[in-house]
């Protein structure tokens, strides 16, 4: 594995060197290879359900908290690690293990396997996006990250709709081949998850092929391992460790983290009484217990770090606001093609074709268009982007309420292409947008802590809820219509964190000096 280096001033005002763009092309590969391993699970969903036994609810988990909690909780350990080692390293470790876990989810047999495959591809795919925001951060300048984030991005929407196209024909050929089951015997929707996760393994030599940039100096490591500042970030995340490191604090940092822990447990139970989903909720409760114990734990060992992600309302604002809009994306990314099946009654085939494609297809457009549209605003307004953020939630309302209350398959297929791009439009804005509120040291644990709430808000919970929805009102409709409640809710963050942005970033090192008592 090579660990030649390159030097790179992010900063620069310089335009990005071709070589530049030539990692940006790999990360997308890998990126697209990274949601076709997590989102074809989407387009086998049905059978799954059928041969497994499962329940709507069950399939959401499966779809959300399961691969969810556990992206998002060793992300953070990840970011920090990526801050500190070296990143096309990492990035090569998480290809080969989140690809080895997409394959092992072809032999699950039952709930529980798939779940326990699942966790471990989100524990690989943790390693994807704090290396390869960080290493997009140093390779461009400030003025063309935004685009370059967002062309990195499309890697998302044209890996899910890649994803309903292959796991759909893998699964039809294979069935139509062997229809009693191929060898041992492993159906349609198995041989899909085993062909889609090996060539991983292959793409990880290409990826460690890649020069590692030079880091400024006040980037470089500590005199400690960075492998053993991971293990420390890690325990920080997992009881009983957790309860050590608030114990290391005082009596009352203790007396919190025992609260909150006692809090989140009673959270937990009442949500599994309502609902009887002991995975979903026990898992969300965890996750969100161990993002508390891990930020009180870094205001302790980088104040800095905490000031400029945790103690900055723009930041939590921007993050939130971003997560809710993807928590309707990841919903709609995840039931749409479900939905077509078993409420519209269209053929696997035609809308896996349709859907795989128009989702491919939106969510690039939208996503290159939002990044440009946000750095011309930027250039013109501190809060610019934030604006970009704003119509990811408000436009995509619309097509939703349209798109799922007619019977119309074509005009279901184009509200949903509408509905796909316009949510498309906020990723690398929001992206953007986190990078820029820190200091290029703090740049993987920024993507980290903006990936905690992409997925422990949107993801962890968005395909849930419009599964324990339908299950509750015996309606995949109005479990997908329920997600227009958020828009509210993610609109009035963002207005705050538009007013509150310029000021965060005209103040970066100062509140990082004064973090520190300098």
């Given at each position: 594995m090579s660990d030649n280096t390159?030097?790179?001033?992010?900063?620069?005002?310089?335009?990005?060197?071709?070589?530049?763009?030539?990692?940006?092309?790999?990360?997308?590969?890998?990126?697209?290879?990274?949601?076709?391993?997590?989102?074809?699970?989407?387009?086998?969903?049905?059978?799954?359900?059928?041969?497994?036994?499962?329940?709507?609810?069950q399939l959401g988990f499966l779809g959300g908290a399961?691969?969810?909690?556990?992206?998002?909780?060793?992300?953070?350990?990840?970011?920090?690690?990526?801050?500190?080692?070296?990143?096309?390293?990492?990035?090569?470790?998480?290809l080969v293990l989140w690809s080895t876990m997409t394959a092992l989810s072809g032999l699950a047999r039952n709930f529980l396997t798939l779940s326990l495959a699942r966790m471990g591809v989100g524990v690989g795919e943790a390693t994807a996006s704090p290396t390869a925001y960080s290493l997009i951060s140093d390779y461009f300048p400030s003025r063309q990250r935004a685009t370059a984030l967002a062309i990195y991005s499309s890697g998302l929407y044209i890996g899910g709709g890649v994803s309903l196209l292959i796991g759909a024909q893998i699964s039809k050929v294979w069935d139509a081949a062997y229809p009693d089951g191929g060898v041992g015997g492993l159906v349609g929707w198995q041989a899909a998850f085993m062909a889609v996760g090996l060539p991983g393994v292959l793409l990880a030599v290409w990826v460690a092929s890649l020069r590692e940039p030079a880091r400024p100096p006040q980037d470089q490591a500590t005199a400690r391992h960075p492998l053993f500042d991971f293990l420390i970030d890690l325990s920080m995340l997992l009881p009983p460790?957790?309860?050590?490191?608030?114990?290391?604090?005082?009596?009352?940092?203790?007396?919190?983290?025992?609260?909150?822990?006692?809090?989140?447990?009673?959270?937990?139970?009442?949500?599994?009484?309502?609902?009887?989903?002991?995975?979903?909720?026990?898992?969300?409760?965890?996750?969100?217990?161990?993002?508390?114990?891990?930020?009180?734990?870094?205001?302790?060992?980088?104040?800095?770090?905490?000031?400029?992600?945790?103690?900055?309302?723009?930041?939590?604002?921007?993050?939130?606001?971003?997560?809710?809009?993807?928590?309707?994306?990841?919903?709609?990314?995840?039931?749409?093609?479900?939905?077509?099946?078993?409420?519209?009654?269209?053929?696997?085939?035609?809308?896996?074709?349709?859907l795989g494609g128009s989702g491919a297809l939106s969510g690039f457009l939208g996503v290159i268009l939002g990044g440009r549209m946000s750095d011309w605003l930027r250039a013109r307004n501190p809060s610019g982007r934030i604006l970009v953020i704003m119509f990811g939630i408000i436009a995509p309302v619309i097509p939703i309420w349209i798109g799922f209350t007619t019977e119309n398959a074509v005009l279901f297929y184009v509200m949903n292409f509408l509905a796909g791009m316009f949510a498309a439009t906020a990723l690398g804005a929001a992206?953007?947008?986190?990078?820029?509120?820190?200091?290029?040291?703090?740049?993987?644990?920024?993507?980290?802590?903006?990936?905690l709430a992409t997925t422990l808000v949107g993801l962890a919970l968005g395909p849930y809820m419009v599964g324990q929805i339908s299950e509750l009102s015996g309606s995949l409709r109005t479990g997908v219509l329920s997600l227009i409640g958020v828009a509210p809710i993610s609109l009035a963050l963002l207005i705050y964190a538009y007013r509150a942005l310029p000021s965060a970033e005209a103040t970066i090192v100062e509140r990082a000096r004064a973090a520190i008592g300098e």
């Open positions: 390159t030097t790179v001033d992010g900063r620069g005002e310089e335009s990005a060197s071709a070589y530049s763009w030539y990692v940006l092309g790999v990360l997308v590969v890998v990126y697209i290879l990274n949601f076709i391993d997590r989102q074809i699970l989407s387009i086998l969903a049905v059978d799954i359900k059928r041969d497994l036994g499962l329940t709507d609810g399961a691969f969810a909690v556990f992206y998002a909780l060793f992300g953070v350990p990840l970011g920090r690690l990526a801050d500190r080692w070296n990143r096309v390293r990492l990035l090569t470790i998480g460790l957790t309860f050590i490191h608030a114990m290391q604090r005082g009596p009352m940092a203790l007396l919190v983290n025992v609260g909150v822990a006692v809090a989140m447990t009673a959270f937990a139970l009442l949500m599994i009484e309502l609902t009887g989903n002991l995975p979903q909720w026990s898992s969300v409760a965890f996750g969100y217990y161990a993002v508390f114990s891990w930020a009180a734990t870094l205001r302790r060992h980088d104040p800095a770090t905490f000031s400029l992600i945790w103690g900055t309302p723009a930041f939590i604002c921007t993050a939130l606001g971003y997560g809710l809009v993807s928590l309707g994306a990841y919903a709609l990314a995840f039931w749409s093609a479900p939905y077509a099946e078993t409420v519209l009654g269209l053929p696997k085939a035609q809308l896996a074709f349709v992206a953007a947008t986190t990078q820029d509120l820190v200091l290029p040291r703090m740049r993987g644990t920024a993507t980290a802590s903006f990936f």
